[in-house]
T-cell receptor
Framework: DAKTTQPTSMDCAEGRAANLPCNHSTISGNEYVYWYRQIHSQGPQYIIHGLKNNETNEMASLIITEDRKSSTLILPHATLRDTAVYYCIAYNAGNNRKLIWGLGTSLAVNP | GAGVSQSPSNKVTEKGKDVELRCDPISGHTALYWYRQSLGQGLEFLIYFQGNSAPDKSGLPSDRFSAERTGGSVSTLTIQRTQQEDSAVYLC????????????FGAGTRLSVL
C-alpha cells in the first residue's frame, strides 16, 4: 500500500475550518484514501474514505486532487472535541486487508 | 453488543507473567484485528482473523505472542513471559467482510509490565 505523509501537528481555532493535508504521491489507481482519528485514550474512529471523487458526510469532507497524489480532510467548524490525532491511510481493498498506520497529524483545536 | 468491547481496560503485571487480553467484536463482523500502540506511536499490526481462513500472523513480534478466535467471534490475545517492552495499549478492531474494510475499534487494553 502507498505510503502517506502528514504534518506532525496543526492548530485550529474553535469554530473555524480545519484543513488537514495528506500526501500520497505513490498511490495506485485502486487504492482508496481513508481517514481515521484517535481522541486521547480512545481507539481510532473511522471518519471518511474516497477513491477519486470528493466525499462529504456528517463528520467531514474529503477533497482529493485530480492526480490523486494528495488529499485534504476538512472539518468545517472545528470544536474542542475534534482535538485528536488524524490518520490518513492509502488502502487497496483487494489486498491483504491490513491498514498501514503512520504517526498522523495531531490537531489541537483552541478556544 | 453495539461496539467492540475489550477487557480488561487496564492490566498491570510483573515481568515474566502471562497475560490474556480479550476482544468481543461487533456482532456479525467476520474480520477481527489486533494492533499494538506504544506511547506516542501509530498502530502496529499484530494479527488478523477472517472467517474460517487461517489467520495472518505476520505482525506478531515474537513467539511469546499468540491469539485465537473461538467460534468466529470472541478473540483472546495471549502474551507469555511478559517483558517491559510489551507495555503498550493493545487495540482490537472488527470489520464486516464487505470489501472496503472500515474498521471499528475498541477502547483498548493498557498493559503495564513492571
Amino acid at each position: 500500500d502507498a505510503k502517506t505523509t502528514q504534518p506532525t501537528s496543526m492548530d485550529c481555532a474553535e469554530g473555524r475550518a480545519a484543513n488537514l493535508p495528506c500526501n500520497h504521491s505513490t498511490i495506485s489507481g485502486n487504492e482508496y484514501v481513508y481517514w481515521y482519528r484517535q481522541i486521547h485514550s480512545q481507539g481510532p474512529q473511522y471518519i471518511i474514505h474516497g477513491l477519486k471523487n470528493n466525499e462529504t458526510n456528517e463528520m467531514a469532507s474529503l477533497i482529493i486532487t485530480e492526480d490523486r497524489k494528495s488529499s485534504t480532510l476538512i472539518l468545517p467548524h472545528a470544536t474542542l472535541r475534534d482535538t485528536a490525532v488524524y490518520y490518513c491511510i492509502a488502502y487497496n481493498a483487494g489486498n491483504n486487508r491490513k491498514l498501514i498506520w503512520g504517526l498522523g497529524t495531531s490537531l489541537a483545536v483552541n478556544p | 453488543g453495539a461496539g467492540v468491547s475489550q477487557s480488561p481496560s487496564n492490566k498491570v503485571t510483573e515481568k515474566g507473567k502471562d497475560v490474556e487480553l480479550r476482544c468481543d467484536p461487533i456482532s456479525g463482523h467476520t474480520a477481527l484485528y489486533w494492533y499494538r500502540q506504544s506511547l506516542g506511536q501509530g498502530l502496529e499490526f499484530l494479527i488478523y482473523f477472517q472467517g474460517n481462513s487461517a489467520p495472518d500472523k505476520s505482525g506478531l513480534p515474537s513467539d511469546r505472542f499468540s491469539a485465537e478466535r473461538t467460534g468466529g467471534s470472541v478473540s483472546t490475545l495471549t502474551i507469555q513471559r511478559t517483558q517491559q517492552e510489551d507495555s503498550a495499549v493493545y487495540l482490537c478492531a472488527s470489520s464486516s467482510d464487505r470489501g472496503l474494510n472500515i474498521q471499528y475499534f475498541g477502547a483498548g487494553t493498557r498493559l503495564s509490565v513492571l
